[in-house]
């Protein structure tokens, strides 16, 4: 009996834990039991939330299509720093922020709209221009999309287009404004000028050794020789491996017979087609062209239509009900009426290409490169891992080298630019600018951890073994350098001194010609020059337009100091002749305002959908390597 009631009070106590648990879960305390869940997205757009997945497919995409453009050594971390996740970001807040404003407006997509927009694509339409369904639902089948997916992708963004549409629309820039602008930017400036040469200003005493000291304590600065570090590193590479990679002969046609795929050209067909919508028809026109009558003329008796071109096609691009029929005939043939869900098809053939199946030996060397490639880039890959394993469990850097009968390169001394102690660039470096990066985030003695690089295939790892700090280069050792700098400078200050002299005089009346012909040099006068022009210095061009007509200005020069009379203002034509430069200016114009009218329309809906982001997940959605 005591044991029976045991039993009773485990089983109650069972249960009144049971109901303590579904309790809990009722009131949302489930946390306690399966721990605190992260939020899954990277942003929070209003109540809607962006997923970490949707960011990462987003961002893989725009990735890929930049990869595209600047090669496979366009990494991810490159990416990165152009900012490319950050735009892809911004670009999906801007999409969600215009779906609910869309939704909070009232937009409605119709079955209308959607089939419009189907059939006005030019994607989906022949040559004629017209909407062809066969290339319609080839484009679907190569997208990996089905019919259904598109018209709920259009349902969703063409109510959103109505309001980019809206903001697209031109904006007239006021003529006023376009006139202004045009006219401060055509203004040009005319002055006569002469050049004071540095150079020319040879009454300047070699300093003694005192001068020079002096100089040289005074601009210590100047003279500071870098921070240099004594760094070793190991490198390792698919360029190091290779030449202890084998592949006999039986890897070769192992790899020929998997791949013949990808090195055979499939058959392809140029073909044309007529298209019925009913079997009688689609008959009657078969009938006529094997009766001899032509068959473009047919064709476009019958349908209503021309034939349809659809260029050259492969077996796997036509529908199955046609392609076993069409890939049968030979050239200048047709098939009787075949059906397909588009209807019924006459299709004749008018060129073949015939596909190729090369043989082993016309791609052994080619398969052999990429099989030694394979291996060695496989073989860097082992090779990294089990130096990341001894490294990991304490080895110094110089005794896992040994063990693994590895190079140890040392830089005896490098500088935060690549370069040795005469200032050559240190060639040869891995992944160049992560490892100055890691070379010089590291104290004395620390060790970076293994890296791999931006191309992918290769890593390295370093070890600080000595830091120099900054210190001013010996004076015997530059005494030369600070001479030749000593001398510049007083020339500079020379050549200064006369300009501001010369510049006095001209400014009271003297002639310029005549303060030239003292002076040796020669007076020249700039083009009518331009606001964006360089002239003789960008420095004289941009004091020759905050200056009066009749003014005096001194400006740097790159042989010396400048002094210029500005002689002519020339005003902007009072009607422009050239019409594409003012339809250029006008569009410019045109385009501003239409950006600042979405930034501002940008900021207005993010006021009213507050906007967040989990930067922590941010960070993590998209892969490192």
Excluded: C
Excluded at 492 to 513: F, M, N, P, R, T
Excluded at 590 to 603: A, V
């Amino acid at each position: 009996m005591g044991k029976l009631r045991g039993i009773i009070a485990k089983v109650s106590l069972f249960v009144l834990l049971g109901l303590l648990i579904l309790s809990f879960a009722l009131w949302g305390v489930g946390d306690i039991f399966r721990g605190q869940q992260e939020p899954d997205n990277v942003a929070v757009v209003g109540e809607r939330e962006i997923s970490s997945n949707a960011y990462r497919q987003a961002f893989m995409q725009a990735y890929d299509r930049q990869r595209q453009v600047l090669g496979e050594d366009f990494t991810i971390e490159m990416a990165r720093q152009i900012g490319l996740d950050r735009q892809v970001l911004e670009q999906l807040i801007a999409d969600e922020l215009l779906i609910q404003h869309a939704r909070k407006l009232g937009l409605v997509t119709t079955e209308e709209q959607i089939r419009d927009v189907i059939v006005s694509t030019p994607s989906f339409q022949n040559s004629e221009g017209e909407f062809d369904r066969l290339r319609f639902q080839q484009l679907l089948r190569n997208n990996q999309m089905s019919e259904a997916q598109l018209v709920a992708s259009l349902r969703q963004d063409i109510p959103v287009n109505q309001i980019t549409s809206a903001l697209a629309a031109p904006l007239k820039a006021p003529e006023a404004l376009s006139e202004q602008i045009r006219q401060y930017r055509e203004e040009r400036r005319i002055a006569d000028y002469i050049v004071i040469p540095r150079a020319d200003m040879d009454d300047v005493d070699p300093p003694d050794e005192e001068t020079l000291r002096s100089f040289y304590e005074e601009r210590r600065d100047d003279f500071m020789a870098p921070e240099y570090r004594r760094v070793s590193y190991i490198h390792l590479s698919p360029a190091d491996v290779r030449e202890t990679v084998g592949v006999d002969e039986g890897r070769l046609r192992e790899e020929y017979q998997a791949r013949k795929d990808e090195f055979s050209v499939a058959e392809e067909r140029s073909v044309e087609q007529g298209l019925f919508d009913d079997q009688e028809t689609a008959q009657q026109a078969y009938e006529a062209i094997q009766a001899g009558e032509n068959y473009s003329d047919v064709i476009e008796e019958t349908s209503g239509e021309a034939p349809i071109e659809l260029g050259f096609v492969r077996s796997d691009d036509l529908p199955e009900s046609l392609s076993e029929d069409v890939f049968e005939l030979e050239q200048d043939e047709i098939t009787p009426p075949l059906e397909s869900s588009f209807g019924w098809h006459i299709i004749r053939v008018k060129e073949i290409r015939e596909g190729e199946e090369p043989e082993f030996e016309e791609v052994r060397e080619r398969l052999r490169e990429e099989v030694v490639e394979y291996e060695a880039v496989e073989a860097t890959v082992s090779l990294a891992n089990e130096l990341d394993d001894l490294l990991a469990g304490g080895a110094p850097l110089e005794e896992a080298a040994q063990e693994m009968n590895l190079d140890v390169k040392v830089i005896e001394a490098l500088d935060s630019e690549g370069r040795d102690r005469e200032g050559e660039t240190i060639e040869g470096l891995p992944d160049r600018e992560r490892f100055l990066s890691e070379a010089f985030s590291l104290s004395e003695g620390q060790e970076s951890l293994l890296i791999e690089t931006s191309s992918g295939d290769s890593y390295f790892v370093l070890q600080v073994d000595a830091v120099e700090d900054p210190a001013p280069r010996p004076f015997e050792e530059i005494s030369n350098e600070i001479e030749t700098l000593w001398i510049r400078e007083q020339r500079e200050e020379q050549a200064y001194a006369l300009a501001e002299e010369l510049e006095a005089q001209v400014a009271e009346g003297k002639s310029l010609d005549t303060i030239a012909e003292e002076n040796g040099v020669e007076t020249q006068e700039t083009d009518a020059l331009l606001r964006s022009d360089d002239g003789p210095s960008r420095d004289l061009v941009s004091q020759l337009f905050s200056a009066d007509e009749g003014d005096v200005v001194l400006s740097q020069g790159p042989q010396g100091p400048i002094v210029a009379r500005l002689k002519e203002i020339v005003p902007a034509e009072a009607e422009s002749d050239d019409e594409e430069s003012g339809t250029e200016l006008q569009t410019e114009l045109e385009q501003g305002l239409g950006n600042d009218l979405e930034t501002l329309f940008r900021r207005g809906l993010e006021s009213d959908y507050e906007v967040t982001i989990n930067e922590d997940r941010l960070q993590r959605a998209i892969p490192s390597y």
